[in-house]
């Protein structure tokens, strides 16, 4: 659909996201949106929410609970981000997509409102799912915060249920440097007499938690503390069952008993088919074994390093990508120091300059080469790579949609 092309060309130039543009695209705040939405006439009004927060894991959350309240024969609204190939892919309904036509018709009614109250790409697209969603009559509505969550867009939605996946050192430029100022913020997501629950414990955040929770009058659960299913993923990741562990208990919270066992299982089971979900360890070819995964943060890599030290191969070989802000030499740290590694940035203005790159992997003392685009990158990787190898592709969520891209 040509309208829908150029409509969302649209809006990336003139109102670019924060995951293209970076810092300049980041305007917290809800005084604008609360107006956006009231100006829409407050869709988010009756619909039943689901909150999902933290540093990492949150997508991989918010598409379990999608997937099992579908298998609950519910009708669910997702709303996540970013996107990997389209738009559309932030705006679910069940297994689809937002249809373009919609999407089209959302901006041209309300292009001259949100240019002339200067509204960021995030706030727009958050509002077209709560209409939409509301329009959709949606018996469940999972939002995934954006940034942070005291500031966050959707902050604005009053929960049945706040999830807060884990605390990590990730966009410490607006959240802070220390690990109880980011708990802080995304503690904001905490609401008056609406329980929370807690994906990992941690001995400086959980006060911090427990303290807000308790000025909220809000009952507070640990993922930990309910009994985990007995279903393993399908990739068996220890990364992945944290999240499942703390899809399991917020089905306990919202549910009790109501949704078994046995729902659970097909939840995880289908989450592919019934939410499109890719990207995380994501099994891309056999021979030789390569696997894409968007960890991007230092958190979230020592969750995956891990996973691929398990994997028996005669070599490992790494295809990454990264974006400006990110601790490089750290996270490079936590590699294999005898893998192969190809490296180049993705096609995005946030991505860190090759030159800026070199400079960087030039302090650490693995094997390197950098390549003009991620691209040519994983080519190198294949033509260098032995059947009984195994190939990594990760650094962020661009990257990986640049070889997943169909």
């Known amino acids: 659909m040509r309208r829908y092309n150029s409509t969302i ?28 939405l009231k100006f829409l006439g407050n869709p988010q009004s009756n619909l039943k929410f689901i909150h999902v927060g933290g540093t990492n894991g949150k997508g991989s959350t918010s598409h379990m609970l999608s997937s099992i309240l579908q298998e609950f024969d519910k009708k669910v609204g997702l709303f ?15 297994t689809n997509k937002i249809e373009k036509k919609i999407v ?36 469940y509505a999972i939002i995934e915060v954006g940034l942070g969550g ?22 410490t430029k607006f959240l802070g440097d220390k690990i109880t100022s980011i708990a802080n913020e995304k503690a904001g997501i905490i609401k008056k007499n609406t329980p929370v629950l807690i994906g990992e414990k941690n001995q400086e955040t959980d006060k911090v938690f427990i303290e807000k929770a308790k000025r909220e009058s809000s009952k507070i659960f640990f993922a930990e503390d309910f009994l985990s299913s007995d279903i393993e993923l399908r990739h068996n990741t220890n990364y992945q069952k944290k999240n499942k562990s703390t899809a399991y208990a917020a ?13 659970f299982k097909r939840g995880i089971s289908n989450i592919s088919k019934n939410t499109s979900f890719r990207g995380r360890w ?34 490992k070989i790494f295809v990454l990508g990264f974006v400006k802000d990110k601790p490089i030499e750290k996270i490079i740290k936590l590699f294999p120091k005898d893998g192969i590694y190809f490296f180049s940035t993705p096609k995005i203005s946030r991505a860190l300059s090759l030159g ?6 030039k302090k650490t003392d693995i094997n390197y080469q950098i390549f003009e685009s991620i691209q040519e990158a994983y080519k190198r990787a294949l033509n260098k790579a032995a059947n009984d190898d195994f190939i990594f592709i990760g650094g962020s969520h661009f990257a990986v949609s640049e070889i997943l891209s169909p």
């Open 9 to 36: 060309q649209w809006l990336y130039e003139q109102i670019p996201p924060y995951q293209l543009k970076g810092s300049g695209s980041y305007k917290p705040g809800l005084s604008r949106i609360k107006n956006f």
């Open 80 to 94: 996540t981000s970013p996107h990997m190939f389209d738009f559309r892919e932030r705006i679910k309904v069940n």
């Open 104 to 139: 089209v018709d959302f901006v041209a009614k309300n292009k001259d409102y949100f240019l002339s109250k200067k509204n960021s790409f995030f706030e727009i697209s958050f509002a077209m799912a709560i209409l939409y969603f509301k329009l959709q009559k949606v018996d």
């Open 150 to 171: 005291r500031l966050d867009a959707t902050n604005v939605i009053q929960p049945l249920l706040s999830i807060i996946t884990n605390i990590g050192y990730d966009h």
């Open 251 to 263: 089905i306990q919270i919202l549910f009790e008993n109501k949704i078994t066992n046995e729902i």
């Open 282 to 315: 994501e099994k891309v070819s056999n021979k030789p074994l390569t696997i894409a995964d968007v960890a991007h943060n230092e958190e979230g890599f020592k969750e995956i390093v891990p996973e691929i030290r398990r994997i028996k191969s005669s070599r």
């Open 356 to 361: 800026h790159l070199d400079l960087i992997l």
